[in-house]
């Protein structure tokens, strides 16, 4: 599969702890893009990442990109109960506008 | 800018029945691409379409499964005689040319259920 997996499949926290989220791929790409889906709705964009930089941040949100290891993390700071939701990561596998999506990881933040 | 519209959110169909599922795209994006969420799983590509044209449809099945995006209107998904494997979210997603830093703008599915 040429899909992004995310590691943990399911991961629960106290509201204010941080939660990091992992993402490997197997073949080379040139954008991976972090996604938010809540329950039963559309998946939300929060950042896109190019193959040659290592770091992005957005807010609380902080990407990082391995290329030599083929892996991302999503760090989220200072967690909050709304920020609940399963995370995505997304690879285009050399092509810029076709994207493969991993299975997701399932967040729950306890109030 | 209304986003990406999808309708209609929910769907029923019987076995054997069509399901039409439309899409219309963020105000200025000519790229469009649809994917099949099954419960619990993750997003699976289906198509991806430009205006008039299709442009990878690696992810669709091969029978019963087509989709379009014509010059004016919406972008169609059809499904015809739907059976229940069927059943899942299908999203549409859009982006202009060239993806920007902004990656898709995906809109809110349409969940089929096929009895």
């Known amino acids: 599969s040429q899909q992004g997996e995310e590691d943990p499949q399911a991961l629960s926290i106290q509201e204010g702890e941080n939660a990091t989220m992992n993402c490997s791929y197997k073949?080379?790409?040139?954008?991976l893009q972090w996604y938010r889906q809540n329950s039963g709705r559309g998946l939300v964009h929060l950042i896109l990442?190019?193959?040659?930089?290592r770091e992005k941040h957005s807010g609380r949100l902080r990407v990082t990109l391995d290329t030599s290891k083929k892996s991302s993390s999503l760090l989220i700071t200072a967690s909050r109960a709304a920020d609940t939701a399963s995370y995505f990561c997304a690879t285009d596998v050399n092509n810029f506008n076709k994207f493969y999506f991993g299975s997701g990881t399932k967040l729950n933040v306890k109030p | 800018n209304a986003g990406v519209m999808q309708n209609p959110r929910h769907l029923v169909r019987r076995r054997g029945q069509e399901a039409r599922l439309r899409c219309s795209p963020m105000?200025?994006?000519?790229?469009v691409y649809w994917y099949r969420q099954l419960p619990e799983e993750g997003l699976k590509f289906m198509v991806y379409?430009?205006?008039?044209?299709?442009?990878?449809e690696s992810g669709m099945p091969k029978e019963r499964f087509s989709a379009e995006f014509p010059k004016e209107g919406p972008s169609i998904l059809r499904i015809q005689q739907v059976v229940r494997g069927d059943s899942a979210a299908y999203f549409c997603?859009?982006?202009?040319?060239?993806?920007?830093?902004?990656?898709?703008?995906f809109g809110s599915g349409t969940r089929l259920t096929v009895v």
């Open positions: 105000k200025g994006h000519s790229h």
């Open positions: 990442i190019r193959s040659n930089e």
């Open positions: 997603a859009s982006s202009p040319p060239g993806l920007g830093t902004d990656g898709y703008t």
């Open positions: 073949t080379s790409i040139n954008n």
């Open positions: 379409l430009q205006k008039e044209n299709i442009i990878d």
